[in-house]
């Protein structure tokens, strides 16, 4: 069966030869595949780590609703770079497989922080972009991030402009 959702973010930096690979698909039967491969110092033999988990009915019904919604359905197929990035570049792609199309994402030089201070991308890139992090957070087994450190609530907190 086709996964309902492949995402695959390649970030480098911030420091030179750092860099973190993921891998994440999502089945529509709410399996999920989770792939990571990571270096944390420069000249490290990067890890590399499988998981797999299944998400409850509940959850799926919500990652299908905001799969399903409009905002996401008309998403462009390429968002460009918003930043000149220097030592942090982070390559964003999106694949949503749904009964009546297949829909493919991509980011260049992905910096949700920018929502921040301003409306840098659209909400529905960095929902869906959140609960991918959710996803891939439980798949691992990780305590979920504090919240001063949790930049997806702080960007489901912070007011539209």
Not at 55 to 67: A, F, H, P, R, S
């Amino acid at each position: 069966q086709p996964a309902m959702l492949v995402s695959h973010n390649r970030i480098d930096g911030p420091f030179g030869g750092q860099y973190r690979v993921e891998d994440l698909q999502v089945l529509s039967s709410g399996k999920v595949l989770y792939v990571e491969e990571a270096t944390t110092t420069i000249g490290q033999k990067p890890t590399h780590s499988t998981y797999e988990a299944q998400i409850g009915t509940n959850e799926m019904q919500q990652l299908v609703g905001l799969l399903s919604a409009p905002a996401v359905r008309s998403l462009p197929k390429k968002i460009p770079s918003r930043t000149k990035p220097i030592d942090f570049f982070w390559q964003a792609a999106l694949e949503i497989n749904r009964a009546d199309k297949a829909q493919t994402i991509r980011v260049d030089n992905f910096y949700p922080f920018l929502n921040l201070h301003g409306h840098a991308y659209p909400q529905a890139l960095i929902d869906i972009e959140c609960a991918v992090q959710d996803i891939q957070v439980r798949a691992a087994k990780r305590p979920q991030p504090a919240d001063e450190d949790n930049w997806c609530k702080k960007l489901a907190s912070a007011p539209a402009l």
